[in-house]
């Protein structure tokens, strides 16, 4: 549920409340079908709001609530604590709202909010409004295209609203916070915000067959410009501490500048564990992405909703399906974890002839383990079924249609390893394993439904030092069938993110990113990465040649204990 119907940015939404609610409704992104409360105030229906008023109001233990009164059916709470939750203080913006279809020609609407200045003109329209808040109110006028209809808070000096409308006030609230904590910033949508099209939803491959992908995995960002302890130069010098986000976001938009890829995958811990406001740490993420016009989608990671005020993977879903040139999805309710999908890569327009699948899956997150520390829950039944069937209809719809002979090629994403990443006689063809695999200590097999189902390449994050591209020796491979054909490869996509670690064992790694290449008219997989500093490909490798992965050699690990048979 959310107010993307109602337009209603500004649900209050209580903690006791189920939290995907809360988040859902602070965002405005999807319809809603009816209000909800919160702790203090009930949200009343309202099909079209504009916003006639707002302030702020600030609480503390010798501050009771009641010097705040405000009438629940107009004024609604903006559920984002001012101060982060590093005060005993809490503040909350206030935003009072009028049903469009209700207003009359006496009504007051805010046209215009400024934060920070005095008094901005001689115009004594303008209102003072607690925290350093101007408004300009205005007469109902029909003209609901210049008012402002949603207020939404942001964080940090660094911070982005890659929403299409939405204007990021460059002045912060002037709530006298701790100096460290990532200062508030209002976000204002204009007038009607537009339905987002769907131009993009269609992935193709290029007139000459190719298909680009950049995998970023591990960006680790946070609210605020957060702290990089482990960088280095160009030559391998340690570098001092550094703000982290600013280099992960230029390092993301220096790799699409150069790649210029079809579609960007990011595959898990986007965010670091317990940030205090996760929408403003997402945004920064996608920026880049959305602003140079390329689709992305996304898997989520162990620590993407860690923490006692992360948003869950619910409400974070929501809010990347709902962004400009997203192809994320929530995936079906009946299968365990958010986002599992797939989507698939179309021939030249105007065909619709698919002509690759990429599969994504929700590794989920820690468990407690006797057996491991740490330990990951596994791919969970259902997902397998999911994939399995998924796969089985795409390739059936292939079979039809006798009279194309291209290669058909496809790929799966998920955050943490499989168990087989880890196995003593992977064989690994490039790249290093530079720290141990971390991955479920239960093996649910789902390696084994990828390969019966021709996968050519799993792309995984989580281990942010590895970077390798390997293959399971083929003796080990117990599909239950009798197809000979290796693979799929497993390959590290290694970490992105400098708020993330990128060391292990006293030595530091530089940052880096991989890149996937489908050409669907020779049948061939390429990969390589980019790293940070250097300015060619690194270990640029062929996966697949005419539609079939390249066998190495390789003993039989003895380690692998997974024997399923699959119908």
């Known amino acids: 549920m959310s107010f993307y119907g109602l337009k209603c940015h500004f649900a209050i939404v209580s903690a006791v409340l189920a939290i995907t609610l809360r988040t859902l409704e602070l965002f405005g992104v999807l319809p809603s079908k009816e209000a909800t409360s919160s702790t203090s105030h009930t949200m009343a229906v309202v099909a079209h709001p504009v916003v006639t008023d707002l302030t702020v109001c600030i609480f503390s233990p010798t501050v009771p609530p009641s010097t705040c009164e405000l009438d629940p059916r107009i004024w609604h709470r903006v559920e984002k604590d001012l101060y982060l939750y590093t005060s005993q203080q809490r503040a909350w913006l206030y935003v009072a709202l009028a049903n469009e279809e209700e207003l009359i020609a006496e009504d007051l609407l805010v046209m215009d909010i400024r934060v920070g200045e005095p008094n901005p003109s001689s115009d004594h329209s303008w209102e003072s409004r607690p925290g350093g808040i101007w408004v300009l109110r205005s007469k109902f006028s029909d003209k609901i295209h210049q008012a402002v209809t949603e207020v939404d808070v942001l964080f940090g000096v660094d911070a982005v609203d890659?929403?299409?409308?939405?204007?990021?006030?460059?002045?912060?609230?002037?709530?006298?916070?701790?100096?460290?904590?990532?200062?508030?910033?209002?976000?204002?949508?204009?007038?009607?915000?537009?339905?987002?099209?769907?131009?993009?939803?269609?992935?193709?491959?290029?007139?000459d067959g190719k298909f680009k992908i950049v995998q970023i995995s591990d960006t680790?960002?946070?609210?605020?410009?957060?702290?990089?302890?482990?960088?280095?130069?160009?030559?391998?010098?340690h570098l001092t501490q550094s703000e982290a986000d600013p280099l992960t976001v230029k390092f993301i938009g220096?790799?699409?500048?150069?790649?210029?890829p079809d579609l960007v995958i990011l595959t898990g811990d986007q965010l670091h564990h317990n940030i205090p406001d996760s929408q403003t740490a997402l945004f920064k993420v996608v920026a880049p992405i959305i602003e140079r016009s390329i689709p992305f989608a996304a898997v989520f990671g162990n620590h993407d909703s860690e923490g006692i005020h992360a948003l869950p993977r619910a409400a974070q879903m929501s809010i990347l399906e709902n962004l400009p040139f997203s192809l994320c999805e929530s995936g079906p309710e009946q299968v365990d974890g958010i986002g599992n999908f797939y989507l698939q890569v179309l021939a030249p327009a105007p065909s619709q002839l698919p002509l690759s699948t990429l599969y994504f899956l929700d590794s989920h997150g820690q468990i407690p383990s006797l057996i491991h520390n740490p330990d990951y829950d596994?791919?969970?039944?259902?997902?397998i079924d999911w994939f399995v069937n998924a796969s089985q209809a795409q390739r059936s719809a292939?079979?039809?249609?006798?009279?194309?002979?291209?290669?058909?090629m496809s790929l799966a994403f998920q955050?943490?390893?499989l168990p087989e990443f880890g196995y003593r006689h992977l064989s690994i063809r490039n790249g290093h394993r530079r720290e141990p695999t971390e991955s479920p200590s239960f093996n649910s097999c789902f390696y084994?439904?990828?390969?019966?189902?021709?996968?050519?390449?799993?792309?995984?994050?989580?281990?942010?030092?590895?970077?390798?591209?390997?293959?399971?020796?083929?003796q080990t491979q117990q599909r239950g069938d009798n197809n000979s054909q290796p693979g799929p490869w497993l390959c590290y996509g290694g970490g992105s993110g400098f708020g993330g670690y990128c060391s292990f064992g006293g030595k530091r790694f530089h940052r880096r990113t991989r890149v996937w290449e489908l050409d669907t008219n020779t049948g061939c997989l390429k990969t390589w990465k980019r790293v940070e500093y250097a300015t060619d490909r690194v270990n640029e490798l062929v996966l697949v040649e005419s539609g079939a992965v390249i066998d190495s050699p390789g003993e039989e690990d003895e380690g692998r204990r997974c024997v399923v048979s699959w119908s």
């Open 448 to 474: 084994d439904a990828l390969a019966k189902r021709g996968i050519s390449a799993l792309g995984c994050g989580h281990d942010h030092v590895n970077d390798f591209c390997a293959l399971l020796p083929q």
């Open 220 to 237: 680790h960002m946070v609210t605020g410009v957060g702290v990089c302890k482990d960088a280095l130069d160009a030559h391998g010098n």
């Open 162 to 207: 890659p929403r299409p409308q939405w204007t990021l006030m460059r002045s912060s609230l002037q709530l006298n916070a701790q100096p460290k904590v990532p200062v508030a910033r209002l976000s204002v949508l204009r007038g009607r915000a537009k339905p987002r099209p769907d131009a993009w939803a269609a992935l193709r491959v290029r007139e």
């Open 415 to 417: 955050h943490i390893p």
């Open 254 to 260: 220096k790799i699409l500048d150069v790649e210029k």
């Open 398 to 408: 292939r079979e039809k249609d006798n009279n194309d002979n291209r290669f058909y």
């Open 378 to 383: 596994p791919i969970k039944q259902s997902q």
